[in-house]
């Protein structure tokens, strides 16, 4: 098996999951294993959680205190 094996066989894997397909099906229709398909689909959806993601800044706000217009002390 080659190294970019999956370019040719994640959209098929794809549509068998669509037609309710298992991963070991899928595996068996195919002639790979369950972990490949299992590791591929995984892989697949991780890096499409990646692409939605946005960065949040993390740590303490740099705000400074504000001042209160108008008050009378």
Do not use: D, F
């Not at 894997?13 to 037609?19: F, K, P, R, S, Y």
């Not at 294993?33 to 591929?40: G, N, P, R, T």
């Not at 959806?45 to 009378?72: D, F, P």
């Amino acid at each position: 098996m080659g190294k970019h094996y999956w370019k040719r066989i994640l959209p098929r894997v794809l549509e068998l999951e669509v037609q309710g397909y298992t991963h070991r099906m899928a595996a068996e229709e195919l002639g790979y294993s369950y972990e490949q398909i299992k590791k591929l689909v995984e892989r697949y959806h991780k890096n499409q959680r990646k692409e939605t993601l946005v960065a949040v800044k993390r740590g303490r706000s740099r705000m400074k205190k504000r001042i209160r217009s108008g008050s009378s002390n």
